[in-house]
């Protein structure tokens, strides 16, 4: 069964959110945050991605793609009109003013987008799945934390093989990541997957019916 913490270590999400619930969903790189989410969808719930919310707010005709353009120049581009990512890397990689920039353009755009989709969500609760949650400040638009936890070494192992990537590279990537002790230390509830799928499966649906359980109370007391 998943871990439950009753101390929490975040700040609660907003109050005007009705009954609806918020769950935002975290872990380190090779953690299994996908298979998570994936489960939570399989069960009818609607999942707001903060990488793909990042991806949408710089397509073709968005605000953030034509000042991205207007700061760096149309080389910045692909050939389609897309943003050239490898190159904006690049660019900001071991520039911190121009990554300072990019950031202060982008998060306000992501974290409206991802607003928009949690009043848009018509699930029972919704699933704000976010890499760098507790690193990013973006608890606060949470009501509850779930972090997908698995030893160090087994996300690293995991990565490897999923990415094709060197280990100098996922370790620099977790380097720059919340310690798998700071990210405990902000969960409400863990999802242990160091284990089989199937033992995660068992999890997702212990909190599904946990987190369907408090909207229906919320609905009584609103009612």
Wanted: net charge neutral.
């Amino acid at each position: 069964m998943a871990a439950t913490k009753t101390a929490q270590a975040h700040t609660k999400g907003p109050s005007n959110k009705s009954d609806k619930i918020v769950i935002g969903l975290t872990g380190g790189i090779g953690s299994g945050k996908s298979a998570a989410t994936n489960k939570f969808s399989a069960l009818g719930i609607d999942i707001i991605d903060a990488d793909e919310v990042a991806r949408e707010v710089v397509t073709p005709g968005s605000e953030g793609l034509a000042r991205i353009t207007e700061h760096f120049g149309r080389n910045i581009l692909l050939e389609d009109g897309t943003l050239n990512r490898a190159a904006l890397r690049e660019r900001v990689f071991n520039n911190s003013e121009e990554k300072q920039w990019l950031n202060q353009l982008l998060h306000p755009l992501i974290r409206k987008t991802m607003l928009q989709q949690i009043a848009d969500s018509t699930s029972h609760y919704c699933i704000l799945s976010v890499p760098l949650l507790v690193e990013g400040n973006l608890s606060e638009l949470c009501d509850l934390i779930v972090v997908v936890d698995c030893p160090e070494s087994m996300q690293l192992e995991r990565a490897m093989q999923r990415d094709g990537s060197t280990k100098k590279i996922i370790e620099s990537i977790m380097a720059s990541q919340a310690t798998r002790k700071e990210r405990l230390a902000a969960a409400d509830d863990v999802i242990d997957n160091s284990k089989t799928f199937e033992f995660l499966n068992e999890q997702v649906l212990a909190l599904h019916g946990k987190y369907t359980r408090k909207y229906n109370a919320n609905s009584e007391k609103t009612s």
